[in-house]
């Protein structure tokens, strides 16, 4: 079976974090989107981030504080990316909206990976992976 996959992050200002994703290439699905929430596509069909306000977030969980990511890590959204020229943009660009890159690129050899944090402090991995380690074949 497939799923679509839906990550659900709260945001301080939906419209802000909409203006920061759009530069660097992320497209948002009108029918996803509302005065609360904006579903950007990820891979189309397939992934969406869906950027909630923190009010709407916390009506779907209201036994739980919603995290301050800008405090506390409470997910690692990964992206694998075609090369490195691809990953070294992305992250560049994340910067250029006003993200910031908390950690110098990682080459692992079989993996090469970057990453950035959003406006409200969220963890973007942005990887690529070439033969994965201990595949003989």
Known sequence: MQYQTFVNLPVRDLQASTGFFEPLGFAFDPGFRNDDAAGMVINDGCSYAMLLTHEF???????KAVADAA??????????CDTRDDINDLATKAVNAGGRSY????????????GFEDLDGHVWEVLCMNEPPGNTE
């Open 71 to 80: 405090a506390a890590s409470e997910v690692l959204v990964a992206l694998q």
């Open 103 to 114: 950690r110098e690129p990682q080459d692992h050899g079989f993996m090469y990976g970057h």
């Open 57 to 63: 977030f916390a009506s779907f969980v209201p036994h």
